[in-house]
């Protein structure tokens, strides 16, 4: 089975710092890029980064460029998040998911895992 | 960035009806549009990409459209496992952005 789990959340003060990181499994890891996405309490979906299958190439979101940095390591099928200068804003469950793209250039993400919660509070 | 706008924000419904959610791009963005249906406490699922195409193990009774910077989906015939929060996504350029979410709740 294809899927993906992401761990590392917890509650941290503002300007701290976390390692989120997501394991995969069911599936050639290092054929396929990964994303993180993040949600508030009661709000909507925010794509937060992507990477691509090597590593070599990195997107982020205007609200973490510069905090937070997207890395991978295929020899352990892990995608990792670390979340430096940290916000309130920045509480949110955070979800990865597989990174998939057709022949035509379409992309969606797909599967998703479960999220692990981030919390900013002094 | 390019907007993507949902409507409507919220919707109510029986077993049995036939619902549309339609998702407005702010600029074209072709058919790189995505749906997602999420239940609580656990992360989204692909229902359709590329507009119109069925994600794999995805029931036929949900379906996507697609006209000009106008995309919907549909739920031929609402079903109890239907009742969650659906969200739209462009993936033509990054960012990568969502629609704010419909609720679907049982009426």
């Known amino acids: 089975e294809v899927q993906v789990l992401e761990s590392g959340g917890g509650s941290v003060q503002p300007g701290g710092s976390l390692r989120l990181s997501c394991a995969a499994s069911?599936?050639?890891?290092?054929?396929?890029?990964m994303t993180w996405v993040r949600q508030a309490p009661g709000k909507g979906l925010e794509w937060v980064s992507t990477?691509?299958?090597?590593?070599?190439?990195?997107w982020y979101g205007d609200s973490v460029k510069g905090r937070f940095t997207v890395s991978r390591d295929n020899s352990k099928n892990t995608l990792y998040l670390q979340l430096n200068s940290l916000r309130a804003d920045d509480t949110a469950v955070y979800f990865c998911?597989?990174?998939?793209?057709?022949?035509?250039?379409?992309?969606?993400?797909?599967?998703w895992g479960q999220g692990t919660l981030v919390t900013i509070s002094s | 960035d390019i907007q993507m706008t949902q409507s409507p924000s919220s919707l109510s419904a029986s077993i049995g009806d036939r619902v549309t959610i339609t998702c407005r791009a702010s600029?074209?963005?072709?058919?790189?549009l995505n749906w997602y249906q999420q239940k609580p406490g656990t992360g989204p699922k692909l229902l359709i990409y590329?507009?119109?195409s069925l994600q794999s193990g995805v029931p036929s009774r949900f379906s996507g459209g697609a006209s000009g910077t106008d995309f919907t989906l549909t739920i031929s015939s609402l079903q109890p496992e239907d009742f969650a929060t659906y969200y739209c996504?462009?993936?033509?350029?990054?960012?990568?952005?969502f629609g704010q979410g419909t609720r679907l709740e049982i009426k």
């Open positions: 069911g599936f050639t890891f290092s054929s396929f890029a």
């Open positions: 600029q074209t963005i072709g058919t790189y």
């Open positions: 998911a597989r990174y998939e793209y057709s022949s035509s250039s379409n992309r969606w993400f797909d599967p």
């Open positions: 990477i691509s299958s090597s590593g070599d190439n990195t």
């Open positions: 590329a507009a119109s």
């Open positions: 996504q462009q993936s033509y350029i990054t960012p990568f952005t």
